[in-house]
């Protein structure tokens, strides 16, 4: 008998104008983001990593159709918190560096400049309650992490891994009391090494009792230290998440989902 499972349910896509309503840093390179527009009312989005497609036009997303939207240079995102009644949409932004389309965006846009939001396409959900945790990325995987935690039960038991370019402090984290954070500082030179070095050292008896959720995001050389971890647990590949979320020298990345 397992204590949760994961069911995967379908969406249908609908693509939707926003604007840029407002921004703030958490830390030098890293920038929390309000979307506003009539088109997000009814906006839902049921899964902790649950993903969107974010447009950058380069002009008012609402004037185009659906087909010239889509034509349009477009990157991941995980929707963080929205208000589908008041029609807005927060989304988290690593900014890394001069590269890209998307982090560069969340730096650069003026208020009040337009994006499109594809999605999300499907949703994959917990059913029931894990018995232990374990939630381990990188910046990239912090708003799905956050999403993750904010449906923790009070009492959930287990551990946090993030490899991040900064101390922790500032990406304002909380944890229920039993659930363990761990800030590893990324090597510039080689993303997810941290991560995948802490991944492979986690002894078995780091690892929560019982029937284990667990969720690895970063950079593409994250997948195998995580599949290998979860074999070494003995946790139920079927019913974990480990994902590349981007990837080195590869810009817009396209993972497989
Ligand atoms: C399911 C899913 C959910 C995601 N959710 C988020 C999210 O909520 N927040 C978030 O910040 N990212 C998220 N990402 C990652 C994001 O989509 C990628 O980082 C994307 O490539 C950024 O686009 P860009 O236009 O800034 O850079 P790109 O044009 O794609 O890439 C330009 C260059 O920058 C490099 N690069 C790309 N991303 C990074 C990075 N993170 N660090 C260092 N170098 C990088 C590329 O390798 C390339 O060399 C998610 C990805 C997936 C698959």
Same mark, same amino acid.
């Given at each position: 008998?397992?204590?949760?499972?994961?069911?995967?349910?379908?969406?249908?896509?609908?693509?939707?104008?926003?604007?840029?309503?407002?921004?703030?840093?958490?830390?030098?390179?890293?920038?929390?983001?309000?979307l506003?527009?009539?088109?997000?009312?009814?906006?839902?989005?049921?899964?902790?990593?649950?993903?969107?497609?974010?447009?950058?036009?380069?002009?008012?997303?609402?004037?185009?159709?659906?087909?010239? *939207? %889509?034509?349009?240079?477009?990157?991941?995102?995980?929707? +963080? $918190?929205?208000?589908?009644? @008041?029609? /807005?949409? #927060?989304?988290?932004?690593?900014?890394?560096?001069?590269?890209?389309?998307?982090?560069?965006?969340?730096?650069?846009?003026?208020?009040?400049?337009?994006?499109?939001?594809?999605?999300?396409?499907?949703?994959?959900?917990?059913?029931?309650?894990?018995?232990?945790?374990?939630?381990?990325?990188?910046?990239?995987?912090?708003?799905?992490?956050?999403?993750?935690?904010?449906?923790?039960?009070?009492g959930?038991?287990?551990?946090?891994?993030?490899?991040?370019?900064?101390?922790?402090?500032e990406?304002?984290?909380?944890?229920?009391e039993?659930?363990?954070?761990?800030? *590893? %500082?990324?090597?510039?030179?080689?993303?997810?090494?941290? +991560? $995948?070095?802490?991944?492979? @050292?986690? /002894?078995? #008896?780091?690892?929560?009792?019982?029937?284990?959720?667990?969720?690895?995001?970063?950079?593409?050389?994250?997948?195998?230290?995580?599949?290998?971890?979860l074999?070494?647990?003995?946790?139920?590949?079927?019913?974990?998440?480990?994902?590349?979320?981007?990837?080195?020298?590869?810009?817009?990345?396209?993972?497989?989902?």
């Amino acid at each position: 008998m397992t204590a949760f499972s994961l069911a995967r349910r379908p969406k249908e896509l609908v693509f939707r104008a926003a604007r840029l309503a407002e921004r703030r840093f958490l830390a030098a390179d890293y920038v929390r983001v309000r979307l506003e527009g009539e088109a997000l009312r009814g906006f839902d989005s049921p899964g902790a990593d649950d993903h969107i497609r974010v447009f950058f036009p380069g002009a008012d997303a609402a004037a185009l159709s659906v087909d010239e *939207l %889509r034509a349009a240079p477009s990157r991941e995102y995980t929707p +963080l $918190a929205w208000d589908a009644a @008041a029609g /807005t949409l #927060d989304l988290e932004f690593l900014v890394h560096g001069d590269e890209g389309i998307a982090g560069r965006w969340a730096v650069d846009a003026a208020i009040g400049d337009s994006v499109g939001v594809g999605g999300p396409r499907g949703s994959l959900v917990i059913e029931g309650e894990p018995e232990g945790w374990l939630l381990a990325g990188d910046e990239t995987a912090l708003p799905a992490i956050r999403r993750h935690i904010g449906g923790m039960p009070r009492g959930a038991r287990g551990l946090v891994v993030i490899e991040a370019s900064g101390a922790g402090t500032e990406y304002e984290l909380e944890t229920p009391e039993g659930v363990r954070i761990e800030w *590893l %500082r990324r090597d510039a030179t080689a993303p997810a090494a941290a +991560l $995948a070095a802490r991944l492979g @050292a986690l /002894t078995g #008896d780091e690892r929560p009792a019982g029937d284990v959720f667990a969720f690895v995001a970063a950079e593409q050389a994250i997948v195998k230290p995580g599949r290998e971890l979860l074999a070494r647990w003995g946790l139920d590949a079927e019913r974990a998440v480990i994902k590349g979320y981007w990837r080195r020298g590869d810009a817009g990345y396209h993972a497989p989902h």
